[in-house]
């Protein structure tokens, strides 16, 4: 059984950092890609980065709202993908997804693309 699991979630400061992890189970991790998400109360999801399977290169990809702040990152052997959150701010209070696609494991955008999702973690902003 696919099984995707996010952890990390806390309440941090502004200008501080988090790091989420995303544990799989139930397949072969390397040959999917993995997108991060985020949804706020009342607002829709939004697609935060994603980072393609290994086998394709282990490419990235963010949201212009988090270049330069958030790094993905996987460890096959683990079957845990990461998101590193820099510098963190107000707005990206919300909680986080990841979600797996493939193979081929290609890095998107669009959520549809997904199969598989975890429940989420919770990541609030507080000062």
């Known amino acids: 059984q696919t099984q995707l699991a996010e952890s990390g979630g806390a309440s941090v400061q502004p200008g501080g950092s988090l790091r989420l992890s995303c544990t799989a189970s139930?397949?072969?991790?390397?040959?999917?890609?993995i997108g991060w998400f985020r949804q706020a109360p009342g607002k829709d999801r939004e697609f935060v980065g994603c980072i393609s399977a290994s086998s394709g290169g282990g490419s990235t990809s963010y949201a212009d709202s988090v270049k330069g702040r958030f790094t993905i990152s996987r460890d096959d052997a683990k079957n845990t993908a990461y998101l590193q959150m820099n510098s963190l701010k107000p707005q990206d209070a919300a909680r986080y997804f990841c979600?797996?696609?493939?193979?081929?494991?290609?890095?998107?955008?669009?959520?549809?693309?997904?199969?598989?999702w975890g429940q989420g973690t919770q990541v609030t902003l507080s000062s």
């Open positions: 139930g397949y072969a991790f390397g040959f999917y890609a």
């Open positions: 979600a797996s696609e493939g193979p081929p494991g290609d890095c998107l955008l669009d959520d549809n693309a997904y199969d598989y």
